[in-house]
């Protein structure tokens, strides 16, 4: 069974900062990836994703993310966070084309301080 | 364009109660899923619909139960409420395609059991 580990519950940055929330991935087969952003009371907003082809990926708001498949990690960065960026980030992944679900990660609270 | 829309934002109901939650998919996808975010969790795949039939199920009871109508709207029901079902629940839709695989997410309802 797939599964997905963000292994920080926190990240605290200062805005102007490098930002990067972590994720890590569990698949039997080709992973497909995907962050979303979640603010208080919200829905969760879609951000990017990687299928295939370059392993650097970039997505809304000037996010991007690296795939590494023999790390097999998917760690989104922005280089330049914003305190707007305060919010709840979610990896998850999808195990393949037949798969037709998705496997969250229990999130990560990014804050970002002015 | 009308994003994916959820009805009601927000329900309060008592134990042993049912529950029927609703959701319009963005104009054009036939695939609708589920999920339920407990406080502090990733969201926990519930079901998928697609074309209306279930494509999908997660490790929920019997009490949970959903169906796709013909313009692709669904409606979760929830039968013989615990506490526990306390929850955002959200619902997802894609175009349900291979090789598309991206899911939009609604505001969610959230569903407070007393």
């Known amino acids: 069974a797939q599964s997905v580990a963000q292994p920080e519950d926190q990240v605290n940055v200062a805005e102007g900062n490098p930002l990067t929330v972590k994720c890590t991935y569990s698949v039997s087969g080709n992973p497909y990836l995907f962050w979303y952003v979640q603010y208080p009371n919200r829905g969760l907003q879609f951000l990017l994703k990687y299928i295939t082809g370059d392993n650097l990926v970039k997505g809304s708001y000037g996010f991007e993310a690296e795939f590494n498949k023999s790390q097999t990690s998917f760690h989104l960065k922005k280089p330049s966070a914003l305190v707007s960026d305060s919010a709840l980030y979610f990896c998850?992944?999808?195990?393949?084309?037949?798969?037709?679900?998705?496997?969250f990660g229990a999130g990560t609270t990014v804050t970002v301080r002015a | 364009d009308a994003g994916v829309t959820q009805s009601p934002t927000h329900l309060i109901k008592t134990r042993g109660q049912h529950v029927t939650l609703r959701c319009s998919p963005i104009?054009?996808?036939?695939?609708v899923s589920w999920y339920q975010q407990v406080l502090g969790q990733g969201p926990q795949f519930i079901f998928q619909y697609y074309e209306k039939e279930e494509r999908g199920r997660g490790n929920f009871p019997d009490r949970f139960s959903a169906r796709q109508f013909p313009n692709y709207s669904s409606e979760l029901n929830v039968n013989a409420l615990l506490l526990g079902d306390s929850a955002l629940y959200l619902c997802?839709?894609?175009?349900?395609?291979?090789?598309?695989?991206?899911?939009?997410f609604g505001q969610g309802t959230r569903l407070t059991v007393v």
């Open positions: 104009s054009g996808h036939k695939s």
């Open positions: 998850a992944v999808r195990d393949g084309p037949n798969d037709y679900k998705l496997s």
């Open positions: 997802a839709s894609s175009l349900g395609r291979t090789g598309d695989y991206t899911a939009f």
